[in-house]
């Protein structure tokens, strides 16, 4: 049963400048600055245009390996959709406009990405993007992310998304190998709260672009802690059946840590493994992506108790389950579907909500001008940040961004095991548990 903390919602308006091509408009600059109920704060409005709907392309997985994931955010989409046309009004500056999600398939095909881009963003109507993908994804569909000119929000992590420098591509979330520095400091917060004396690390990792950069960074912070050492370091392929020899390999090193980072497949295949392992109780952080998917919790069923993990964000969350019409959301989901989104709702809230703040401060659905106000504008979601602000950096990325960690727990006002936010104490919605199983 989960102990709940006083929940807290702080909205911050400040004054940011919207830079305008039109010369007429430099003098509102001086102007006091206006804000509205969207989350945003601006001190410049390009009102005038009105439209019935506007177009915002969403690219997932709708076919293919990891269909099951592109059908919860798929879900997760419509969900929110309804909230800001129904609960928020839609675009108010647009006359109340109603937004419009365009869904396209990736196919769960990396060499398909650039294709589906194109194609998807060559609709002239379309104001904005969201990719509910990956790393390696992302990382493919930038040549055509920069062709098209399309304000693209993703919740990627890879560091190396940066360094592609395009110019329409904006991270929601934060950097892949921040995940390690929070992680290590979870491990400290179990030794000094929770007495858990594990210095004997073992990592392993699927060898793609998010766990490589995940894992190199965790193994960097564990070589400069004398109070830690990692005796074992795995990678894997992402095309692995058989992930026995893994965990046999990880119980021969005397690691009593696993610091686990496997993608959406592998993930199960991990845990059946060790499951199955005889005298071998390691404790288990996961590194995000697959250990926190509702498939992961699906196939696992009540064996996913206790399992711990990072994220980028979590629906119970303090900030998520204090909000009126966040929480909405989150319910009508689990009244609808008979089940939980995963941490991606938060995601897809918090990169929707983006653009529909951008909207209701710029007055218009033009690329450029949207694009340059990112830039500008702090935003309010759903994701946790600090100061619970979305501010995007020179390079685009949200610098406010912050991991958390979370437990798969029996939640029971869900009647679901779900991953609850465990750590900051900020975020906190629930206090770690051992043992695991339903209370």
Not at 116 to 124: A, I, M, N, T
Not at 149 to 177: F, H, I, K, R
Not at 304 to 309: D, H, N, P, R, S
Not at 368 to 376: C, F, K, L, P, V
Request: some cysteine.
């Amino acid at each position: 049963m989960m102990n709940r903390r006083d929940l807290f919602r702080r909205w911050i308006a400040s004054a940011v400048v919207v830079m305008l091509a039109v010369s007429a408009m430099a003098g509102c600059s001086s102007q006091k600055p206006s804000s509205d109920p969207s989350g945003a704060s601006a001190s410049v409005q390009n009102g005038g245009e009105t439209t019935e709907k506007v177009k915002i392309a969403i690219f997932t997985n709708l076919t293919g390996a990891s269909a099951s994931d592109g059908e919860y955010a798929r879900r997760a989409f419509e969900i929110v959709e309804e909230m800001m046309n129904d609960k928020m009004g839609g675009i108010q500056s647009l006359g109340g406009a109603k937004i419009e999600l365009v869904y396209h398939d990736m196919m769960s095909d990396n060499t398909m990405i650039k294709t589906v881009v194109e194609k998807g963003l060559s609709d002239p109507d379309v104001a904005f993007a969201v990719g509910a993908m990956g790393s390696g994804y992302t990382m493919a569909a930038v040549p055509a992310i920069s062709k098209a000119g399309v304000p693209m929000l993703t919740t990627a992590m890879a560091d190396s998304l940066d360094e592609q420098n395009c110019q329409y591509l904006w991270l929601t979330s934060p950097y892949s190998s921040s995940v390690a520095g929070m992680t290590l400091d979870y491990i400290r917060y179990l030794h000094d709260e929770y007495d858990v004396d594990t210095t004997k690390i073992g990592i392993v990792y699927c060898d793609n672009e998010y766990g490589v950069n995940t894992s190199s960074s965790f193994q960097e912070l564990i070589e400069s802690d004398p109070s830690l050492n990692y005796v074992t370091i795995q990678s894997y392929p992402p095309t692995i059946t058989d992930m026995a020899p893994v965990v046999t390999q990880l119980k021969a090193s005397g690691a009593e840590l696993l610091y686990v980072v496997p993608d959406n497949q592998d993930a199960k295949l991990f845990m059946q493994a060790l499951n199955s392992m005889e005298d071998y109780d390691p404790v288990l952080i996961g590194g995000g992506s697959g250990m926190i998917s509702p498939p992961y919790g699906d196939e696992l069923g009540d064996d996913v108790c206790g399992i711990m993990t990072t994220a980028v964000g979590s629906f119970c969350q303090k900030n998520v389950m204090e909000d009126a019409e966040w929480r909405w959301a989150i319910d009508t989901y689990n009244e609808r579907y008979g089940g939980f989104p995963g941490e991606s709702m938060t995601n897809y809230m918090t990169n929707l909500m983006i653009c529909k703040q951008v909207m209701e401060h710029t007055g218009t659905t033009d690329r450029e001008t949207n694009n340059a106000a990112m830039g500008e504008l702090e935003f309010v979601t759903p994701n946790p940040t600090k100061n619970n602000i979305v501010k995007f950096n020179e390079t685009r990325r949200n610098e406010n961004a912050v991991n958390i960690m979370c437990q798969w727990q029996w939640v029971e006002e869900y009647q679901a095991n779900i991953p609850v936010c465990v750590y900051p104490d900020e975020f906190a919605y629930s206090e770690l548990q051992f043992g695991g199983g339903r209370s």
